[in-house]
């Protein structure tokens, strides 16, 4: 198994530009998260989702938006970036079966706005 | 609001010192208690976790962690370092009713002068 996968591993970006930032699965998990990262404030979640075709937000969810049309991928968009968005982005997923399961992580994008 | 606090930002230790991290969160009711740790460059791991039973929880690499429920801890422990414990350490949780998200801390960096 790849385990979670994520691209790109780096991107830069403008001000105003937007992208889509990849994850894929290969475990069969239904929950994935996204995660981003800023210095002394650890892990946020941004959006997650507990199954195909259903999303919801996190703490930080402004500024981005989810879909997850399959089990295996949920992307993140960014519609318009922002410097503030500027952050190192981790996809994680975990099985469904029980609440205490533990969530793999993917290898992370670190994105920079310009 | 709920939260999770990792007081400590940032821990320098000797090898061979003994180690403790805390962790307190602010949720009532049944939870979920994780450590991860991140190594420098790499994502982010599962260490421990606690969901029922004893409260003295034994992890990998000789972690630790204890779960006082009165206290709303979960601080985690290792007898000696080793510098390749230099990492850095999050504390999360879930909640039972609320299986789906699992809230971070903000982390405590590790640094283990050899």
């Known amino acids: 198994n790849a385990g979670v996968t994520q691209t790109p591993k780096f991107q830069v970006l403008k001000t105003g530009q937007s992208m889509t930032l990849q994850c894929a699965q290969d475990m069969n998990h239904e929950y994935m998260s996204w995660y981003r990262q800023d210095p002394g404030m650890g892990l946020r979640l941004i959006h997650y989702s507990v199954g195909a075709g259903i999303t919801d937000q996190g703490e930080v969810p402004n500024g981005y938006n989810v879909s997850r049309s399959t089990t295996e991928d949920f992307p993140l968009r960014l519609l318009s970036a922002a410097p503030s968005q500027t952050s190192v982005y981790f996809c994680?997923?975990?099985?469904?079966?029980?609440?205490?399961?533990?969530?793999?992580f993917g290898p992370g994008t670190r994105l920079t706005v310009l | 609001a709920q939260s999770v606090s990792q007081h400590n930002h940032h821990v320098i230790l000797s090898e061979a010192a003994s180690l403790e991290l805390g962790c307190n969160y602010s949720?009532?009711?049944?939870?979920?208690l994780f450590w991860y740790v991140q190594y420098p460059g790499q994502h982010l791991q599962l260490l421990l976790k606690y969901f029922s039973g004893d409260p003295l929880v034994k992890g990998i690499k000789g972690f630790e962690a204890e779960f006082i429920k009165s206290k709303f801890s979960f601080n985690l422990r290792k007898p000696s370092v080793q510098w390749s414990d230099t990492a850095e350490y999050f504390c999360a949780v879930n909640r039972g009713s609320s299986a789906s998200k699992i809230i971070f801390g903000s982390g405590t960096r590790l640094s283990i002068r050899p």
């Open positions: 949720y009532g009711g049944t939870v979920n």
């Open positions: 994680a997923s975990r099985d469904r079966g029980a609440s205490y399961n533990e969530q793999f």
